[in-house]
């Protein structure tokens, strides 16, 4: 472990949980689910389109972590999967977009700005880099 993530395990952003790999695989599963029905949806409801991308990108991330034995608290929310993820896997492609597309659809979630189409299709490929990215870290 890292000294950031036993940080965020002191202060209760992380737990340590069984590593559950099957339960990994089934994440990534749904992270490409998710990135189907983004690319689906990005002319009709583009917002819904955009949090659908981030959820693959977060669930696929979060796989990673599972496997790991680690999960994120209610207190550590999506910041920690980001966070754990990059000590874990390092700061370079294709983890570097997460942050950006994060606070993007946080915009849309909680701040009232809409996605348009081509928000989606410009961070689609990334949110398909970072899921494959996680798959190919297990294997999946």
């Given at each position: 472990?890292?000294?950031?993530?036993?940080?965020?395990?002191?202060?209760?952003?992380?737990?340590?949980?069984?590593?559950?790999?099957?339960?990994?695989?089934r994440a990534i599963e749904a992270a490409r689910r998710h990135l189907r029905s983004a690319a689906a949806l990005a002319e009709t409801d583009p917002d819904?389109?955009?949090?659908?991308?981030?959820?693959?990108?977060?669930?696929?991330?979060?796989?990673?972590?599972?496997?790991?034995?680690?999960?994120?608290?209610?207190?550590?929310?999506?910041?920690?999967?980001?966070?754990?993820?990059?000590?874990?896997?390092?700061?370079?492609?294709?983890l570097r977009s997460f942050d950006r597309v994060r606070r993007q659809r946080n915009a849309?979630?909680?701040?009232?700005?809409?996605?348009?189409?081509?928000?989606?299709?410009?961070?689609?490929?990334?949110?398909?880099?970072?899921?494959?990215?996680?798959?190919?870290?297990?294997?999946?």
């Amino acid at each position: 472990m890292t000294r950031e993530l036993d940080a965020m395990l002191a202060a209760g952003r992380l737990e340590r949980i069984p590593a559950d790999r099957d339960a990994a695989a089934r994440a990534i599963e749904a992270a490409r689910r998710h990135l189907r029905s983004a690319a689906a949806l990005a002319e009709t409801d583009p917002d819904l389109a955009y949090t659908a991308l981030y959820d693959a990108i977060r669930k696929s991330c979060a796989a990673l972590l599972l496997a790991d034995g680690l999960r994120a608290t209610s207190r550590g929310g999506h910041l920690a999967v980001q966070q754990a993820v990059t000590f874990l896997h390092g700061r370079g492609d294709p983890l570097r977009s997460f942050d950006r597309v994060r606070r993007q659809r946080n915009a849309v979630e909680y701040l009232g700005d809409e996605a348009d189409p081509e928000d989606v299709r410009a961070d689609l490929g990334a949110a398909e880099a970072i899921v494959a990215f996680a798959a190919r870290r297990l294997r999946r």
